[in-house]
């Protein structure tokens, strides 16, 4: 069965499961995850990068289950998610300000929120923008920070799309170019899968070494 924008039934439909997502709703789907992941901090726990590699996937129609999408449609409705997910938290954070954030006393958002700030401190706007696209929570938070901090309209939005694109066709065609090449690719969905979440989670990981590392340099000096 094909998939072109809708899939399935979306009764039973489980969000943290990129296959669950996909079978209930098809690339329509894809463009909704990533725009409530990017746009929207209640988003913040979906899983893009799963759902991006894990729908590159299936467009390949080598699968042994039933769905197969449409590698186009696939591409277009991961970036309209992304890029317009992006415009609208940077609107958000423009019109609320830092009271959005402040808001939020979830710990990872806040944890988000520090990365982000680090991010645009320590590589300046266009860099972090970019950066961020790869960063689970960073990707959320730092569209509406963007906002709330005033960077320029015209230079958010020229490297959220650059990032966005870079991101999300990147990683599609990373699962597709894989299933393209392993016959009956989803008997490995899962650790494949899991290595995704690993190697997207690397980034921030190094980030929290560093900033622990680098307090800990710091309270030695005051020591001394």
Known sequence: ????????????????????LLSAFGVFGIAVVLFAETGLLVGFFLPGDSLLFTAGLLCTGSSTGRLTLSLP?????????????????????????GALLARHHEGRLQQGAQRAQELLDRYGHAKAIVLARFIPIVRTVLNPMAGALGVPARTFTLWQCVGGLVWTQGLVLAGYALGSSIPNVDRYLLPLVAVIVAVSLAPLALELRRARAAGRTSKNGIDR
């Open 1 to 20: 069965m094909t998939a072109s924008l809708f899939a399935g039934s979306p009764l039973a439909v489980n969000v943290l499961d990129t296959q669950s």
């Open 73 to 97: 449609l696939t591409l277009l409705a991961a970036a309209a998610g992304a890029l317009v997910g992006a415009q609208c938290g940077y609107l958000i954070g423009r019109k609320a300000g």
